[in-house]
């Protein structure tokens, strides 16, 4: 992930370009962040955002032209913010007296400027803070002179225009009024002006400027020529500015503002060397490119003034303010638990994963949060520029695995877990018997023969039964846990084993009733021809009598989120479950879908984010749910919300029992679940000689401390071993106040510590805890 593709990256994250009225306003005033603050009351902060761009503050605040408003994007919903309303109240309620200015250490450069209108008086007052001697030369009697002529008091009131202007003279800027600069090189003359100064800015306001030339190039119109961004005039010590309302064009006093602050910044370019193109991005901006989704926000009318003449009282104004959405896009935040939990986005998030990828000795601080995204896709459907934060994430989690990076400790269960799944205790591939071939091959998946063994079985009865030419039974692993891990080489290793079975088996198309596994070959084996079953059962129906008792039942449906894209096999299901007569809710629309908390390894590597995510999801109906998907069914039972999987309306349970109400199995449960659905189908289809399993050691395990086991991901497995290795070896110690034997056993980087005490009926266990750890000894 080199600095290029970072940046990349962060340019299609939206959120931090400049909402809309921000990037209209002539000097990128922060209203957004400025009605937020008023919004809470917050009056000394608003007008200390507001105050911090614009000169004068008092002034603006009452005659601002306002052209935010005309692209707020409240507008399109009830009207557009009365952001200059708004102003104005706060200026009157956080500007009772002359605003405290400290006067800089001033430099050896001295500027004049011609005018002391808004744009004249902007450039001294940028100009003074930046440290030079300022002399301001007005014709009239007193500065902002046409302010006073042009706005009656009642809009703008004198003791306005007297606080910004004591403010100015607080910055040292000294003002020479009835002062007229004329042409030529007398005492008055523009020529002395520029001989006697650093820098000369003529702000003249309307009219035409024939007086000086031939010293400044002037335009067709008569107004001194200038260019229009850096202010520059054809003399390099001259610049220009406050020259609308001159010929036809509206004057405007915000870009009066914005003309004074240019030619001030050019200014300090041109005395320190530097360029006077290299303007701010923003001056180019011609539109904001912040995606706002104006259909989530209803409408709401502007707030009328009780005294339209006085304006706003600050209870109005902060309810005005209330009607700022404020503009963000986040969109992929409000739908992601996990950006949601590290109150981040991409463009943020993206920089912090490739500062932490670029630590070479230090702490990884933002490992876990790499770990913790579900790599489901929602984001990117979401986003208006498909930026996909699970291929951030996956990409840093396999150069996480390439430089030694990884935290062992975050996905060591899920890949061991993966390896049993694997394994000759689970793992085989058959030819139907009587078959030398297959035409199909039916993959189930390691989740749905770990959570419900049963259906398995009775599918690939079903498909036996309706299909010929030879159906297969592949029970693996796709290799999902060790692509999401970030494994590259084991996933490799993985394909390869499976590319092997397929061969063969005579190469035949693979039905799999997995969205993942689906997913997997589709997108890593696309040599291997692979469907879903859903839209299969659809063509060839359910066995004689399945569904029997799922009539009338109403259930919200849930996607799985791999399968967010996979329109074929979600008409399927649907087709499918309302064929029993059920009546079908949507949670949401199937591209909206969002993860159990599953995906990606998340409740591994932070099960704090993988409950929020599945408990979001749980909350949004108050129904049981249907899915299609092993351990999203399985998730939401384990974090208490009722689901049943599409199997078991087509077979319900045989003793009656309620399959929504069917509890989580749980990482010993699953294993088990596989060894004896391997044990049975070779056993009872294939009738080859296979014994179950005796367990190492009569273990009794209460259902609080079995809880707390799973949260640990601690294997009734591995306790066994733990008791069977200490009973048989002798290596354990007796706490002599409660006479409870304490054994440990290490197996790989995982050590199992269990606390029990020997009955009658067994070893009873009171404790289990371990630690997965790899204990690196130097050379």
Same mark, same amino acid.
């Given at each position: 992930m080199d600095s290029d593709h970072v940046r990349t990256l962060e340019a299609r994250c939206v959120e931090e370009h400049p909402p809309a009225c921000q990037n209209a306003c002539p000097l990128h005033v922060d209203a957004r962040g400025m009605l937020g603050k008023i919004g809470t009351g917050d009056v000394a902060g608003a007008f200390a955002l507001y105050a911090r761009v614009v000169p004068f503050p008092a002034i603006i605040g009452h005659i601002c032209d306002h052209p935010c408003e005309t692209v707020c994007r409240r507008g399109e919903a009830g009207g557009p913010v009365r952001i200059a309303a708004v102003e104005r109240t706060l200026v009157e309620e956080a500007?009772?007296? +002359?605003?405290?200015?400290? &006067?800089?250490?001033?430099?050896?450069?001295?500027?004049?400027?011609?005018? #002391?209108?808004?744009?004249?008086?902007?450039?001294?007052?940028?100009l003074a803070r930046k440290g030079h001697r300022v002399t301001v030369f007005e014709a009239d009697a007193h500065p902002l002179e046409r302010l006073r002529h042009d706005y009656p008091e009642?809009?703008?009131?004198?003791?306005?225009?007297?606080?910004?202007?004591?403010? /100015?003279?607080?910055?040292?800027?000294?003002?020479?009024?009835?002062? &007229?600069?004329?042409?030529?090189?007398?005492?008055?003359?523009? @020529?002395?002006l520029i001989d006697t100064h650093d820098a000369v800015v003529l702000a003249l306001g309307p009219g035409v400027a024939q007086d000086f030339a031939p010293t400044i190039h002037l335009a067709d119109n008569g107004r001194i020529a200038i260019d229009s961004q850096s202010r520059a005039t054809s003399h390099p010590k001259v610049f220009g500015g406050g020259f609308h309302g001159a010929l036809g064009e509206n004057y405007s006093p915000i870009g009066s503002v914005r003309d004074g602050r240019r030619a001030a910044t050019s200014i300090d370019r041109f005395l320190q060397g530097a360029s006077l193109t290299a303007t701010d991005a923003r001056e180019e901006a011609e539109g904001s490119c912040l995606y706002v989704n104006i259909t989530s926000h209803a409408p709401v009318p502007p707030t009328e003034p009780s005294n339209p003449?006085?304006?706003?009282?600050?209870?109005?104004?902060?309810?005005?303010a209330d009607r700022c959405f404020p503009c963000h896009c986040l969109e992929c935040t409000k739908a992601c638990a996990f950006l949601s939990h590290y109150r981040t986005y991409p463009k943020r998030a993206v920089r912090e994963i490739h500062n932490n990828l670029s630590i070479?000795?230090?702490?990884?601080?933002?490992?876990?949060?790499?770990?913790?995204?579900?790599?489901?896709?929602?984001?990117?459907?979401?986003?208006?520029?498909?930026? !996909? %934060?699970?291929?951030?994430?996956?990409?840093?989690?396999?150069?996480?695995?390439?430089?030694?990076?990884?935290?062992?400790?975050?996905?060591?269960?899920?890949?061991?877990?993966? !390896?049993?799944?694997?394994?000759?205790?689970?793992?085989?591939?058959?030819?139907?018997?009587?078959?030398?071939?297959?035409?199909?091959?039916?993959?189930?998946?390691?989740?749905?023969?770990?959570?419900?063994?049963?259906h398995v079985e009775r599918l690939y009865a079903h498909l036996r039964d309706r299909m010929k030419g030879g159906i297969g039974l592949m029970v693996d692993c796709c290799g999902a846990p060790a692509h999401w891990a970030g494994q590259t080489d084991l996933h490799g290793e993985v394909r390869a084993h499976l590319h092997r079975t397929w061969t063969s088996l005579g190469e035949p198309e693979i039905v799999t009733a997995c969205a993942s596994c689906?997913?997997?070959?589709?997108?890593? %084996?696309?040599?291997?021809?692979?469907?879903?079953?859903?839209?299969? /059962?659809? @063509?060839?129906?359910?066995?004689?009598?399945?569904?029997?008792?799922?009539?009338?039942?109403?259930?919200?449906?849930?996607?799985?989120?791999?399968?967010?894209?996979?329109?074929?096999?979600?008409?399927?299901?649907?087709?499918?479950?309302?064929?029993?007569? *059920?009546?079908?809710? @949507?949670?949401?629309?199937?591209?909206?879908?969002?993860?159990?908390?599953?995906?990606?390894?998340?409740?591994?590597?932070?099960?704090?984010?993988?409950?929020?995510?599945?408990?979001?999801?749980? #909350?949004?109906?108050?129904?049981?749910?249907?899915t299609y998907c092993a351990m999203c069914r399985d998730n939401f039972a384990r974090r208490g919300k009722r689901a049943t999987h599409l199997l078991d309306l087509a077979f319900p349970p045989t003793d009656g029992s309620d399959p929504a109400a069917r509890p989580d199995p749980?990482?010993?449960?699953?294993?088990?679940?596989?060894? &004896?659905?391997?044990?049975?189908?070779?056993?009872?289809?294939?009738? @080859?000689?296979?014994?179950?399993?005796? +367990?190492?050691?009569?273990?009794?395990?209460?259902?609080?401390?079995? #809880?707390?086991?799973?949260?640990?991901?601690? /294997?009734?497995?591995?306790?066994? !071993?733990?008791?069977?290795?200490?009973?048989?070896?002798?290596?354990?110690i007796k706490d002599a106040k409660t006479g409870?034997?304490?054994?440990?056993?290490?197996?790989?980087? *995982?050590?199992?510590?269990?606390?029990?005490?020997?009955?009658?009926?067994?070893?009873?266990?009171?404790?289990?805890?371990?630690?997965?750890?790899?204990?690196?000894?130097?050379?």
């Amino acid at each position: 992930m080199d600095s290029d593709h970072v940046r990349t990256l962060e340019a299609r994250c939206v959120e931090e370009h400049p909402p809309a009225c921000q990037n209209a306003c002539p000097l990128h005033v922060d209203a957004r962040g400025m009605l937020g603050k008023i919004g809470t009351g917050d009056v000394a902060g608003a007008f200390a955002l507001y105050a911090r761009v614009v000169p004068f503050p008092a002034i603006i605040g009452h005659i601002c032209d306002h052209p935010c408003e005309t692209v707020c994007r409240r507008g399109e919903a009830g009207g557009p913010v009365r952001i200059a309303a708004v102003e104005r109240t706060l200026v009157e309620e956080a500007y009772p007296s +002359p605003r405290p200015t400290a &006067r800089r250490q001033t430099k050896p450069r001295r500027i004049a400027i011609v005018g #002391a209108g808004l744009s004249g008086l902007t450039a001294a007052a940028d100009l003074a803070r930046k440290g030079h001697r300022v002399t301001v030369f007005e014709a009239d009697a007193h500065p902002l002179e046409r302010l006073r002529h042009d706005y009656p008091e009642d809009r703008l009131p004198p003791s306005a225009i007297a606080v910004d202007l004591g403010a /100015l003279d607080s910055l040292g800027v000294v003002i020479q009024c009835r002062t &007229r600069i004329t042409g030529g090189s007398g005492p008055r003359g523009l @020529e002395t002006l520029i001989d006697t100064h650093d820098a000369v800015v003529l702000a003249l306001g309307p009219g035409v400027a024939q007086d000086f030339a031939p010293t400044i190039h002037l335009a067709d119109n008569g107004r001194i020529a200038i260019d229009s961004q850096s202010r520059a005039t054809s003399h390099p010590k001259v610049f220009g500015g406050g020259f609308h309302g001159a010929l036809g064009e509206n004057y405007s006093p915000i870009g009066s503002v914005r003309d004074g602050r240019r030619a001030a910044t050019s200014i300090d370019r041109f005395l320190q060397g530097a360029s006077l193109t290299a303007t701010d991005a923003r001056e180019e901006a011609e539109g904001s490119c912040l995606y706002v989704n104006i259909t989530s926000h209803a409408p709401v009318p502007p707030t009328e003034p009780s005294n339209p003449k006085a304006g706003y009282t600050l209870d109005e104004a902060m309810a005005e303010a209330d009607r700022c959405f404020p503009c963000h896009c986040l969109e992929c935040t409000k739908a992601c638990a996990f950006l949601s939990h590290y109150r981040t986005y991409p463009k943020r998030a993206v920089r912090e994963i490739h500062n932490n990828l670029s630590i070479i000795m230090g702490n990884r601080k933002a490992n876990r949060m790499i770990d913790s995204c579900t790599l489901c896709g929602l984001c990117e459907t979401v986003c208006p520029t498909d930026l !996909a %934060m699970g291929d951030v994430c996956l990409q840093a989690r396999q150069e996480m695995v390439a430089s030694g990076h990884m935290p062992a400790s975050h996905h060591d269960f899920a890949l061991r877990d993966m !390896a049993d799944s694997r394994s000759e205790r689970s793992a085989f591939a058959r030819h139907q018997p009587g078959f030398d071939q297959s035409t199909l091959v039916f993959f189930p998946g390691c989740q749905l023969a770990a959570s419900s063994p049963g259906h398995v079985e009775r599918l690939y009865a079903h498909l036996r039964d309706r299909m010929k030419g030879g159906i297969g039974l592949m029970v693996d692993c796709c290799g999902a846990p060790a692509h999401w891990a970030g494994q590259t080489d084991l996933h490799g290793e993985v394909r390869a084993h499976l590319h092997r079975t397929w061969t063969s088996l005579g190469e035949p198309e693979i039905v799999t009733a997995c969205a993942s596994c689906l997913s997997m070959f589709r997108a890593h %084996m696309p040599e291997i021809p692979v469907r879903s079953l859903w839209p299969l /059962l659809t @063509e060839i129906g359910w066995p004689k009598g399945a569904g029997q008792g799922s009539a009338g039942k109403t259930l919200a449906i849930h996607d799985p989120c791999v399968g967010r894209h996979e329109t074929e096999v979600q008409r399927a299901v649907r087709t499918l479950a309302r064929g029993f007569d *059920v009546t079908l809710e @949507e949670i949401s629309s199937p591209e909206l879908t969002t993860c159990c908390g599953f995906g990606g390894l998340v409740s591994f590597a932070n099960p704090e984010v993988a409950n929020a995510i599945v408990d979001q999801r749980a #909350a949004e109906r108050s129904e049981d749910y249907l899915t299609y998907c092993a351990m999203c069914r399985d998730n939401f039972a384990r974090r208490g919300k009722r689901a049943t999987h599409l199997l078991d309306l087509a077979f319900p349970p045989t003793d009656g029992s309620d399959p929504a109400a069917r509890p989580d199995p749980g990482f010993s449960g699953r294993r088990d679940s596989r060894t &004896r659905l391997r044990i049975h189908l070779l056993r009872d289809i294939w009738e @080859e000689d296979m014994t179950d399993p005796e +367990p190492a050691w009569t273990v009794i395990i209460p259902d609080a401390i079995r #809880a707390e086991m799973e949260r640990k991901l601690i /294997l009734v497995d591995e306790v066994t !071993a733990v008791i069977a290795a200490a009973e048989t070896s002798g290596q354990k110690i007796k706490d002599a106040k409660t006479g409870h034997v304490i054994a440990t056993l290490r197996t790989g980087p *995982v050590t199992t510590w269990v606390e029990y005490e020997n009955t009658a009926e067994g070893a009873l266990v009171h404790r289990a805890y371990g630690h997965r750890m790899t204990v690196e000894v130097p050379s």
